[in-house]
């Protein structure tokens, strides 16, 4: 049974800091390129940041030099290190994993097979 769970979420000030963790079952990461998107109240989910087949990261512009993805496949974990908070990043954060034949820019929900249920970040001016 495949399951992808997040957790990590919560309230911050703007400026903080938090550590989104995926743990995932029954998908080995470290061969499906994977990604974290969000998904605002009233907004289409977007992608935030992806991993590729080479481990190569991609983030959307409005989180770079801000966030960071990395996965740890010892744990079968995926990360999202989110700094410099700002209350536009209040979303629900999901993470997702895709077979990598299917990816074309890992930036697009299409390309993507397994997801989590989300946890929710907000962040506060």
């Known amino acids: 049974q495949v399951q992808l769970v997040e957790s990590g979420g919560g309230s911050v000030e703007a400026g903080g800091s938090l550590r989104l963790s995926c743990v995932s079952s029954?998908?080995?990461?470290?061969?499906?390129?994977v990604g974290w998107f969000r998904q605002a109240p009233g907004k289409k989910r977007e992608g935030v940041a992806s991993?590729?087949?080479?481990?190569?990261?991609k983030y959307a512009d409005s989180v770079k030099g801000r966030f960071t993805i990395s996965k740890d496949d010892a744990k079968n974990t995926l990360y999202l290190q989110m700094s410099s908070l700002k209350p536009e990043d209040t979303a629900m954060y999901y993470c997702a994993a895709a077979f990598c034949v299917h990816v074309v820019d890992g930036t697009s929900e299409e390309e993507y097979n397994y997801w989590g249920q989300g946890t929710q970040v907000t962040v506060s001016s």
């Open positions: 991993i590729d087949s080479d481990r190569n990261p």
């Open positions: 029954g998908v080995p990461l470290n061969q499906y390129c």
